[in-house]
């Protein structure tokens, strides 16, 4: 089972980074393999508790567990589109927005308004369907693009990584996924360039 480098500081974000390498010459490296990696990462990224992924894993059949993992790509990718496109400051592609709108109607109609704990909240009507982590992804892709945050989308400065993540430091200045992956090696092939000459 994969440990994902949750660098980015949301979800929605880490999500897209789970198509590793996205941009390298040689092609990407997908993190998401199977659905046990998807609720893995979903229980990782803190929209899942333990208890919810334990109840997927055991009633989730092959099939259906497949089509929420093709699903969860399929929405990754939209997601991918959108915050590139926001990052190199253009218009994300309406048809990206659309199909991200598709699976937002699809979060709306599998939530219910109930009465807990003598206040409203809304809830999942079961914890163990099978597109459940799908729905809080979408969810947590719409609730960022809808917030102040979206300006603060960033990328790694690594061409091959482009890593996305929010730029919460002080001013604005973050440059690497994390510092210690790709600013160490940018760093590394500079200093050798510079010995080179």
Request: hydrophobic content about 40%; proline content about 4%.
């Amino acid at each position: 089972m994969t440990n994902f480098e949750l660098i980015a500081g949301q979800p929605s974000l880490d999500l897209v980074n789970t198509l590793d390498w996205r941009f390298r010459e040689s092609g990407p490296e997908e993190l998401l393999d199977g659905y046990d990696d998807l609720l893995h990462f979903t229980e990782q990224s803190g929209l899942l508790s333990q208890r919810q992924a334990q109840t997927l894993r055991r009633n989730t059949s092959r099939s259906d567990a497949v089509r929420a993992l093709a699903q969860a790509r399929h929405l990754r990718e939209e997601a991918a589109r959108i915050f590139y496109a926001i990052v190199d400051a253009q218009t994300p592609p309406a048809d990206a927005i659309k199909k991200l709108d598709e699976h937002l109607r699809a979060v709306q109609a599998n939530r219910t308004l109930r009465w807990a704990s003598s206040q409203a909240e809304l809830a999942w009507p079961s914890a163990s369907h099978p597109e459940l982590p799908l729905w809080l992804l979408a969810q947590s892709i719409v609730d960022l693009l809808t917030s102040e945050a979206a300006g603060m989308v960033r990328e790694c400065a690594n061409l091959e990584c482009r890593w996305l993540f929010l730029d919460t430091s002080r001013n604005h200045s973050r440059r690497w996924c994390d510092m210690k992956i790709c600013g160490n090696r940018m760093k590394a092939r500079r200093f050798k360039a510079q010995h080179r000459a």
